[in-house]
């Protein structure tokens, strides 16, 4: 509880640690500014270590997770604090994984993809100076410059009442039915969010993200009480990588979780078994696998000149462009 007390101030969600007897003083004064030179220094040695995360001296944030290096920041206007005392921070900067190139950009690009295709996602910008993806906190609402209110979140290992190292499918996780059993159960309108979620996972079996599991997917409980299912977050293609043969994604459909496997079959059975309309879901899945090459693309003519963009554009595309014409064929 000490630990937390120090280190759980600011956390995903709005619960904030605080020792005993101890109330949340913001101040304005706690935000303090860190130029980009500071910053680049801390995501490589951040990535140097090949650590998780790595809060300065006087911060106080944690995260979830653990598998990404990554830090909390806050951004106004344009320029970078430092969260110290109970300052809320409003963005996580991600430098990518050691060993796999260009992988910030990868989670860019996809999420990026993914907004294009209307999939409901996290605001991501790649930030070239600082080789990392910046990405803007959905629990976070700043009213103004250092006047910042928390929305409380849940993933839905949480929500499931499941431990976090059963987060995969695999290891007994939940399943997308149980998700959308969840969002049934708590959230005010739950066919639109169930149609969400489905967008959701069917995007990352298209983009070959393989770890959609139960922690990566959230419900935010607002303030007045109303409940919703969050955007998409820490969504990144794994095909620039190993291509798409024997990829698997974390959370299959229907039964199906290679990569390229998907058809009209195990559509119709996670249709079904979420409650969704069937005729609806398969049409979706046929959207986004004709749009999803182009939306790459044009996610990847964006950020053309960052330095790793055009090696993308080889590694990314045609992988896309295979699974989602294989996915096409199975749907007919
Ligand atoms: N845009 C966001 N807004 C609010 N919270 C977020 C956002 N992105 C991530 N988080 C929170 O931070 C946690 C860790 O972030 P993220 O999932 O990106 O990292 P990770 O290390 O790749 O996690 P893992 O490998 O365990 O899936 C998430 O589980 C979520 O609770
Ligand atoms: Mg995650």
Redesign the pocket.
């Known amino acids: 509880m000490g630990l937390l007390s120090l280190m759980g101030r600011d956390c995903?969600e709005a619960v904030s640690f605080l020792g005993v007897g101890e109330d949340p003083v913001p101040r304005a004064s706690d935000y303090v500014e860190v130029d980009e030179g500071v910053l680049g220094l801390r995501l490589s040695e951040l990535m140097d270590r090949g650590e998780?995360s790595w809060q300065a001296r006087a911060e106080h944030w944690s995260?979830?997770?653990?598998?990404?290096p990554?830090i909390a920041l806050a951004c106004f206007d344009g320029r970078w604090y430092s969260c110290e005392g109970d300052a809320a921070t409003t963005h996580?900067l991600?430098p990518g994984i050691k060993g796999r190139a260009f992988q910030s950009l990868v989670e860019h690009v996809t999420m990026r993809a993914c907004a294009l295709m209307g999939v409901e996602v996290?605001n991501t910008e790649y930030l070239d100076g600082l080789g990392a993806v910046c990405?803007?906190?959905?629990?976070r609402v700043v009213r103004r410059p250092f006047d910042v209110v928390r929305i409380h979140?849940e993933?839905f290992c949480q929500a499931c009442g499941i431990l976090p190292e059963n987060k995969y499918t695999e290891n007994r996780g939940p399943v997308a039915p149980d998700i959308a059993a969840a969002i049934d159960r708590f959230i005010d309108d739950p066919d639109t969010d169930k149609k969400a979620f489905f967008l959701m996972v069917v995007a990352n079996h298209l983009l070959g993200a393989p770890?959609g599991?139960a922690?990566?997917f959230?419900l935010l409980e607002y303030p007045d009480g109303g409940v919703r299912l969050a955007p998409m977050?820490?969504c990144a293609s794994g095909l620039p990588y190993d291509g798409p043969r024997d990829r698997r994604v974390a959370m299959g459909i229907g039964g199906v979780s290679a990569v390229g496997r998907l058809g009209i079959g195990a559509v119709t059975r996670m249709a079904k078994a979420c409650d969704l309309n069937g005729d609806w879901c398969v049409a979706k899945v046929s959207d986004l696998s004709k749009g999803l090459p182009d939306a790459v693309a044009t996610a990847l003519n964006e950020v053309s000149g960052v330095s790793g963009a055009e090696e993308l554009r080889i590694r990314l595309l045609d992988p896309v462009a295979f699974v989602c014409e294989a996915t096409l064929a199975r749907l007919r």
């Open positions: 995903p998780a995260l979830g997770g653990g598998f990404q990554k996580i991600k996290a990405i803007e906190r959905f629990d979140q993933d770890d599991h922690k990566n959230s977050y820490d």
